[in-house]
């Protein structure tokens, strides 16, 4: 800080604690000099000692004094009871999930609050080798192969320095460590935060960047008698200690989080069931999906059959055997993450809700396996809770359940929706304000709210600063919810990756759980500018006020987007790039990179693109990959099609076609893939996750949603899948997982793909399915289909749109993508590629002009695919010309030489010199030529046999062409030069 806002802080403050200071003016330091020690018990529980070591540390920080720490008071000194001890005046009953009291007597404070030891119960895990170990304990224990739950558990212990807290004088070892987990109770540690922030400091990220400290050479013993108590017992967020390193978790617990490992709550039913010894015993417990058990090993999200009654029995059994052993205050009967569709099975079929929409599909069916398990429970296990997350298909509250079993907590995924668009699409009885009102009549419970937060490492890169909606949306469910589960990603690079966005949502939730309902989000917020920015206060004021009324729109509005980014500017051009100021304002500098690319993106135009248009329901398709299904078979022509060639947009040699549909909530493909007859696909992967996908044949589907762009889903021959979100940062394009169904078939002559991919609005979990909505002609998607071909004598690149360069991902060449009448979509006419330069120089009918067009093309920087192509043109056009010399020499510069060879030959022949060709070529081995260019070699020399009335070799030729030829001009060609040797004989 300046030093002029420091001295102004601290005259506040100070101000604000002299006028309660007892009369005798005692104090805590005077003059920079220690008047107080710090009292803590003899026996000290671990968030206690940490506690002390807080309030040392802090006090130095901001006075340059150093409070010694002490287990006996020495009579000398102001006391300060840290803590449960003996000699303090205060007691901590009643403080309960972080609640803390702070009192003050004549020469004594007390900051106390429950810091109960967090005692992990076996079998539990010690690292990540011990796992097995802890496992086998636990199978052993309940006879069974279920998943042990918290197999992670000793990710949330943290080992600091053994003299942390110690009292003046005390011995440590050598390598003695002070084990913390993050699951100890911390009142008092919230009491020492709660007292040093009214002394004015404020930790808005962490490490010592985020910290802000006021100067106070002297600080008065204040007058004080508050219990301070948090609004919700439950405030966890997924920051594992040993993970997160020391200055993130001392940052979270300066934020007053509370995490509780006794409440399970998310996809209990995955941890059970997903290990192969489960599936191997019990395959009839896993849904059916096209014929066949839902397992896939290693796999998280192996779907269930919740009409399996052994299923049920076993699940009871399950919470009854965590209950028993771990003590907990809930057990999880969530199902597997990714849940979209009902299994398949006799028994369960008729027992979803489709005439709900996509949140509301399997609610009766999913939560009436969840209240019979409750009720079993509750016969054995009265005080315990079963928890289940309204989530996804399952969202909306059943409608043929009146009220739940009374042990039934439910936890609503996205109760808020605070930074998430999917919140501003949340209409009817799925906006969170109805969902909440919604479930409570189905509980007597308190709700839980689960929010997973729109994190950088999740793809996030809209500036969704937005402090009111944070603070707004908790204050709203104070009272209605026993608390909230964020999930985010927090690594060991936490506070350096992201930071400039991440810990804005971290602070302001974590802060907003304290205060009550009407705690004052504004008032957090502008101190927050103020504090944190300095001389740029009013410019980030401004900046994260358009943020929060923006951000929804920068995505789609150039305007928006650039005059966030301006707005940015002249707040970083106020502060010193050099002063704390301008280093926190740099986060945020580097956060707005993605919006950057983002607006430059939306500053680009699009030109003509094809056009794929959904008609109709895609009903009845099974995903098998024969496409013999009545809607593949009946297809409606505006969603069929053909792939061109990727650089040129030519026809290729090896033709795929597509064929598109919307069912329910899922969109469709089938695609055919010609291959050469005899030759089977080059398959290069054969499991899911296989990178080595891209060294053979693949099909590559590419989609952008209306509100995400893009997704990129690579399926093999074999039908192994490779998806990506490569609108998230590239270290995390495959943290993505699409749930698509995916089945190949391959027969001689072809290979074919048919593929189910699950589309959700739900935008609470980006990291699994789609997000969208069903693309309509106002709001359409950009899709591109593509198709690499790999052998040893070439590659071919197919695509439905072709994007003119060399890879497929060019997201502005993309084709549309839309349900709903014809249309036709504007296009810039001053948007140009090589694909639309090609296509228009080959209506120029007259060498005279085809010769300066296909010239052109081969300027600038063409691949060397595309200039040969263009130049081989542009020869054949001076060769019509009569001009050979020209034609020659341009062939000459034709870099690839099969490309070059026939452009020789066309030329040669144009000249008539029929027996060059013959002589120079004729023992050409046109097997070694590229594939794609061998049909043209073997046409044009065919031809020359033919004129020299070599009948045999010309026949030999001509029909090997046509095993490599596509174009139908070509084709013609060779079958009329065909039937001229055929009428000879």
Request: net charge neutral.
């Amino acid at each position: 800080m300046s030093t002029k806002a420091l001295l102004l802080l601290a005259a506040a403050v100070l101000s604000d604690c002299v006028s309660s200071v007892h009369a005798a003016d005692i104090f805590l330091v005077e003059d920079g000099q220690p008047r107080a020690e710090i009292v803590i018990s003899d026996k000290p529980q671990r968030s206690t000692r940490l506690a002390a070591q807080e309030l040392q540390d802090q006090i130095v920080k901001i006075s340059g004094a150093r409070l010694p720490i002490v287990t006996e008071p020495t009579g000398k000194a102001v006391k300060i009871f840290v803590g449960a001890s003996a000699q303090s005046p205060v007691k901590a009953e009643g403080l309960q999930y972080g609640a803390y009291r702070m009192a003050t007597g004549e020469d004594w404070m007390a900051l106390i609050g429950d810091d109960s030891d967090f005692e992990p119960i076996a079998p539990f895990a010690q690292n990540n080798g011990d796992i097995k170990r802890a496992q086998a304990e636990w199978e052993k224990l309940t006879d069974s192969h279920w998943g042990m739950p918290g197999p992670g558990l000793y990710k949330y212990r943290l080992k600091m320095a053994g003299d942390i807290g110690k009292p003046e004088g005390a011995v440590t070892a050598k390598n003695e460590t002070l084990d913390v987990w993050g699951l100890d109770e911390r009142g008092s540690f919230n009491a020492v935060c709660g007292f040093l922030h009214k002394l004015g400091l404020r930790w808005y990220l962490p490490g010592e960047l985020g910290e802000v400290l006021p100067s106070m050479k002297t600080i008065p013993l204040p007058k004080l008698d508050e219990t301070v108590r948090p609004d919700f017992a439950l405030r966890q967020f997924n920051i594992r200690f040993a993970t997160a390193g020391p200055d993130t978790s001392k940052w979270a617990m300066r934020l007053g989080i509370r995490n509780n490992e006794k409440l399970q709550i998310a996809h209990g039913m995955a941890t059970m069931t997903g290990n192969d010894v489960t599936f191997a015993a019990h395959p009839e417990w896993f849904a059916i999906y096209g014929g066949k058990r839902n397992y896939t090993p290693g796999s998280s999200k192996n779907q269930l059959c919740y009409s399996n009654d052994e299923l049920f029995r076993e699940t009871v059994r399950y919470a009854r055997a965590q209950l028993d052993t771990f003590h907990l205050e809930s057990v999880s009967i969530m199902p597997p993450d990714g849940y979209t569709s009902i299994c398949q099975c006799e028994k369960c079929k008729g027992k979803d809700s489709p005439e709900r929409n996509d949140r509301g599909l399997l609610s009766d069916y999913v939560w009436d396996f969840v209240n019979r398990v409750a009720k079993e429970v509750g016969k054995t296990h009265p005080h315990a809770k079963v928890l289940n997350c309204a989530y996804g298909v399952y969202t909306l509250p059943p409608l043929k359940i009146d009220k739940l079993e009374p042990n039934v907590i439910v936890g609503i995924v996205g109760g808020r929706r605070p930074m998430n668009k999917g919140g501003s699409k949340a209409e009817g009885e799925a906006a969170p304000e109805a969902l909440r009102a919604a479930w409570m009549k189905k509980t007597g419970n308190p709700i839980l709210n689960f929010e997973n937060y729109p994190f950088t490492d999740r793809g996030w890169y809209l500036p969704s600063f937005a402090p009111h909606a944070i603070g707004d949306s908790v204050n709203a469910i104070k009272g209605k919810a026993l608390g909230e589960d964020i999930w985010l990603t927090v690594r060991n690079d936490f506070d350096k990756v992201g930071i400039g966005f991440n810990h804005f949502l971290v602070y302001f939730t974590a802060r907003s759980y304290w205060g009550g309902k009407d705690a004052d989000v504004d008032a957090m917020f502008r101190e927050y500018c103020h504090l944190f920015y300095g001389p740029a206060e009013q410019e980030m004021l401004d900046f994260f006020t358009y943020c929060e009324s923006n951000w929804t729109a920068m995505d789609e509005d150039k305007t928006k987007a650039d005059t966030v980014l301006d707005l940015f500017a002249k707040a970083q051009s106020k502060a010193n790039a050099a002063s704390d100021y301008g280093k926190r304002i740099a986060l945020i500098d580097d956060f707005l990179k993605g919006m950057r690319m983002k607006s430059q993106q939306l500053g680009q135009k699009r030109g003509p693109l094809p056009a794929v248009r959904l008609v109709g329901d895609a009903k009845g398709i099974v995903i098998d990959g024969k496409l013999d299904d009545a809607y593949w078979q009946k297809c409606p022509a505006a969603a069929t099609g053909k792939f061109r060639e990727l650089q040129t947009g030519r026809q290729p040699i090896f033709g795929t076609s597509y064929k598109a549909g919307w069912q329910e909530s899922s969109v469709c493909f089938a695609i055919r893939c010609d291959e050469h007859p005899g030759e089977k696909p080059n398959n290069t992967v054969t499991k899911n996750g296989d990178q080595a996908i891209w060294y053979g044949d693949a099909v590559e589907i590419e989609i952008a949603t209306e509100t995400h762009s893009y997704y990129s889903i690579a399926i093999s021959p074999s039908g192994a899948v490779v998806d990506l979100d490569r609108g998230a940062p590239r270290g995390q394009w495959f943290g993505w997982d699409a749930k698509a169904e995916v089945a190949t078939h391959i027969k001689d002559g072809h290979w074919d793909i048919e593929i189910r991919i699950p589309v959700t609005q739900d935008e609470n979990d980006p990291l699994h399915q789609v997000i969208g909505r069903k693309p309509m002609q106002s709001l359409p998607w950009h899709i591109n289909l593509c198709r690499q071909r790999i052998r040893e004598d070439g590659t071919e690149l197919s695509a439905l749109s072709p994007t003119g360069t060399a890879t497929f991902h060019e997201p502005m060449k993309f084709a549309y993508f839309f349900d709903g009448r014809s249309h036709q979509f504007d296009a810039d006419p001053t948007v140009t590629d090589f694909v639309l330069a090609l296509r228009e120089a080959a209506k120029l009918r007259q060498p005279a002009e085809s010769l300066p067009a296909h010239l052109a093309l081969a300027e600038g920087k063409p691949t060397d695919f595309q200039k040969s192509i263009a130049l081989e043109q542009a020869a054949v056009s001076a060769a019509a010309l009569k001009d050979f010399a020209q034609a020659e020499f341009i062939a000459a510069r034709i870099p690839i030489p099969a490309v070059q060879k026939t452009a020789l030959m066309q030329v040669l022949l144009a000249q008539s010199k029929v027996p060059q060709v013959i002589t120079e070529f004729a023992t050409e081995d046109l097997t070694k030529w590229p594939f794609w260019k061998r049909g043209d070699g073997y046409l044009i020399r065919g031809r020359a046999h033919l004129i020299a009335k070599n009948p045999k070799k010309a026949e030999s030729d001509l029909t090997q062409a046509l095993e490599w030829l596509s174009d139908d001009r070509s084709r013609k060609t060779a079958e009329q030069g065909l039937q001229t040797i055929r009428s000879l004989k």
